[in-house]
Every structure is written in structure tokens, then in C-alpha cells.
């Protein structure tokens, strides 16, 4: 995914402060896509000169002024392209946690019975939090719910893999 295409998304909708871009990504995205403000603003930046956003400022010739960012046609064109656009399999196929996964052997069987059980834990705790935080409008609502099937999904793996794990481990040593 790309933090540019995601600026501008949310940015087709209505124009917004660098702020309120990180505040939307935080409540509505954090799921599917993290930025902080140091990220934010070079891409801004960027999209800026680009010509995909304009920049007006607002505010007190005096104090602190607000920078309002909306996009330009090309910048709803480029939009349109990203969207409509094949995401490549090398960015669509990774996943760290089944990275992680894919190298348990490295470790001896009860720690990893602990690594899964962890991850057992903060994917349940993930899935909370989504569930628990205030409902998207439309599409990324519905971008939620993937992630949240998938989590789910996950889980259900880990927790399957981590029996699996817990049935073929040698108990501990008996003491003759």
C-alpha cells in the first residue's frame, strides 16, 4: 500500500489539515495502515509539488496557521489509477507474523508453545480493539471486516498450530 494513495483518499473526501489526517488515520485505518505526522507531512510534501494536492493556508497572519490540503483533478486521477490498479504480489503477499511463523523450528518446542500462545493473545486483543473502536463509513467499514476475518482467521491457525505443537512436544523429563 502506499501512504500517498492513502493521503489522497482521504483527502477526495473532504480537504484536511495534516492533523486531522493522522487523527483519521489513527480512528478509521490504524488496521490497514499506520502513519505518524513525521511521515505525513514530507508526503504531503511531495504530493504537493507533485500537483496531486494544494496547500491553503489558513488562519491569523499572527500565531499558528492551519495548512488545509485538498486534491486536484490530477491528484483524484492518480487515485482512481492506484485503486483500479493490480496490486503487485510482492507487496500483497507479505506478512510478518507468518514470517515468523514459517521459522519456529529455531526455537525448542516449549518456547515455541509460548511464542504461539503469545500470539494467540495479541491477536485476540487485536480483534478486541477493532471491535470495540467506532465504526468507518462504508468501504474502510467494510476494510475493517476483512481484517478482522482475517485476524480471526489467524487465530484460529495459531491456536490450531499451537495444539498441534503442545501433542507432538515431549513432556518434561522424568527424574530417575
Known amino acids: 500500500m502506499s ?16 492533523y486531522e489526517l493522522e487523527r483519521c488515520l489513527r480512528e478509521e485505518l490504524d488496521s490497514i495502515w499506520r ?23 489558513l488562519g491569523p497572519r499572527r ?14 486521477r492518480e487515485l482512481r489509477r ?6 503487485p504480489a510482492a507487496i500483497a503477499d507479505r506478512d510478518t507474523r507468518l514470517a515468523r511463523m514459517a521459522f519456529l523450528d529455531a526455537v525448542d518446542p516449549v518456547l515455541q508453545i509460548e511464542i504461539l500462545q503469545s500470539e494467540e493473545q495479541r491477536l485476540s486483543q ?5 471491535q470495540s473502536t467506532a465504526v468507518p463509513p462504508r468501504f474502510r467499514r467494510e476494510a475493517r471486516r476483512g481484517v478482522v ?5 489467524t487465530r484460529h491457525w495459531v491456536r490450531s498450530l499451537s495444539r498441534q505443537v503442545s501433542r ?9
Do not use: C, D, M, N
Open 149 to 153: 476475518a482475517r485476524l480471526e482467521t
Open 3 to 18: 501512504l500517498p494513495h492513502v493521503l489522497l483518499g482521504l483527502l477526495s473526501e473532504q480537504p484536511r489539515t495534516g
Open 126 to 130: 487485536e480483534i478486541t480493539r477493532l
Open 35 to 57: 502513519a505518524e505526522f513525521s511521515q505525513i507531512y514530507p508526503v504531503l510534501a511531495r504530493l504537493r509539488r507533485a500537483g496531486f494536492v494544494f496547500l491553503r493556508v
Open 63 to 76: 500565531g499558528p496557521r492551519r495548512h488545509l490540503y485538498r486534491t486536484t483533478a490530477s491528484g483524484r
Open 82 to 87: 492506484w485503486v483500479a490498479g493490480a496490486v
Open 168 to 176: 507432538s512436544s515431549p513432556g518434561p523429563a522424568k527424574k530417575k
